[in-house]
């Protein structure tokens, strides 16, 4: 059983930056598929950014590719998303989960932290 746990998240201005930080409670993190997805108000859960289990090769949804970065630290056992030029359209519930390599199902899901931008 893997526990993920998110933070960072806050309130902030349209332009400014925020990083999240995803924390493992498990060193086996190196062997899954890191991701990030984010769920608006009334709205469904939207994936934002996958990173590669040595941190190789990252993919990003168009809405947010060239502002966010994700990036994982697997002796720390983490994972962080920096988010850069914050749009209020940005405002969400952030989660981090973790699959298996070559499975499309994601096993572990953290319980979320808010990022809400205003203008």
């Known amino acids: 059983q893997v526990q993920l746990v998110e933070s960072g998240g806050g309130s902030v201005q349209a332009g400014d930056s925020l990083r999240l930080s995803c924390a493992a409670s498990?060193?086996?993190?190196?062997?899954?598929?890191m991701s990030w997805f984010r769920q608006a108000p009334g709205q469904e859960r939207e994936f934002v950014a996958t990173i590669t289990r040595d941190g190789g090769v990252t993919s990003y949804a168009d809405s947010i590719k060239g502002r966010f970065t994700i990036s994982r630290d697997n002796a720390k056992n983490t994972v962080s998303l920096q988010m850069n030029t914050l749009k209020p359209e940005d405002t969400a519930v952030y989660y981090c989960?973790?699959?298996?390599?070559?499975?499309?199902?994601?096993?572990?899901w953290g319980q979320g932290t808010q990022v809400s931008v205003s203008l």
């Open positions: 989960a973790a699959k298996e390599a070559g499975t499309s199902s994601y096993l572990y």
């Open positions: 498990t060193r086996t993190l190196r062997y899954y598929v």
